[in-house]
């Protein structure tokens, strides 16, 4: 094969890694999903105690430590905001589990997108409390570089020695999805024959919570945190924050057949579309979410009844849970009472940036496995929240075409649909 190929159209993945309340590592995280287990516990990252909100879905026992290389050092971590950490070891996991060779050719041709919602928000607040304290020389030099978006793809591109395209999205709760999307497009066109694609968030800290707690948006279930997110549930009352990362490598198919790559599945199909009506909630009949699933069905020229799982936004808010199932109502039609919708926020949580990457990794695993994860703390479902959401325990059923739905503040919609590679 002549390097770079020829694209051949079709886009691949690879490899898979990820950090999450669930554990790191593919093998630690599935198996817990598939068992429904919640990650979600009271916060211990920060005093919760002056908070509405006093739960959340922390990464537990992770070590920056771990993953230190001959171009990732103590000194380069310690300086970093943890949404870098996260990703940079999500990353690691994933060119690993490809099995790819990193070959001159090769890294000219290998990008990386990973996208975050918020970034550093953490070092941010650090070295703003130096400016309120009246020594605003305490700034760390370091701080505008680890705090700005673009540092994971940055970080991850330095440490590999990836020269090919690198970039960021910042689109909210859409943002791990409009990552992979943008990548898979990037291939598709012939901008690189892989890509790193993913997202990651650790806003889990004062200034985070503090400022979703001003919106109203996140659970005051602080009494019961394993069951605070509770996607569909009538007695459902706002999301649970969490944090994490998950990277894919994304591949020209033909390049990975010529390999002999692992692959696990296939994208075949990316919609995105704006709400254009409000800051932070969705439109009442979801016409922006039911736009970014059909031009995803287009795009992959799929017909609606050909979906068999949908892992949905599902974020166990008033509002958006019963959005969504009027979009695939109104998308499906009759269909959307055949396939099955499960919202896995119920067990970790709502990863805000990394959350599309995350769930885009559960779809396809799901495929692999055959088995559809459940949406627990289920128990009594809103009227309105009328389909097969998989209450509470795993389903299994063979699955050809599974769809991720991702949402954001800002009126951002991104649907994605993957295949058995």
Known sequence: MSFPPEPSGRVVVTGVGAVTPLGTGVDVFWPRVVAGESGVRRITNIDPTPYATQVAAEVPDFNIEDWYCENFEKKDARRMDKFIHFAIASARQALDDSGIELTEDLRNEFGVLIGTGVGGLGIMYDNTAFIHGGKPDRVSPFFVPYMIADMASGMVSIINDLRGPNHTVVSACSTGANAIGDSYEMIKRGDAVAMLAGGTEAAINDIGIAGFCACRAMTNRNDEPLRASRPFDVDRDGFVMGEGSAVLVLEDRDHAIARGAKIYAEIIGYGMSADAYHITSPHPEGRGAAKSMTMALRKAKLQPEQIDYINAHGTSTPVGDPMEVSAVKKVFGDHAYKLAMSSTKSMHGHTLGAAGAIESLICIL????????????????????????????????????????????????VSLIMTKG
Do not use: W
Not at 381 to 398: G, I, M, S, T, Y
Not at 401 to 408: E, K, P, R, W
């Open 366 to 413: 799901a495929m692999r496995d055959g088995v559809m994860p459940p949406t627990i703390n289920l128990e009594n479902p809103d009227p309105a929240c009328d389909l097969n959401h998989v209450p509470n325990v795993a389903q299994k059923r063979e699955l050809t075409y599974v769809l991720n739905n991702s949402f954001g503040f800002g009126g951002h919609n």
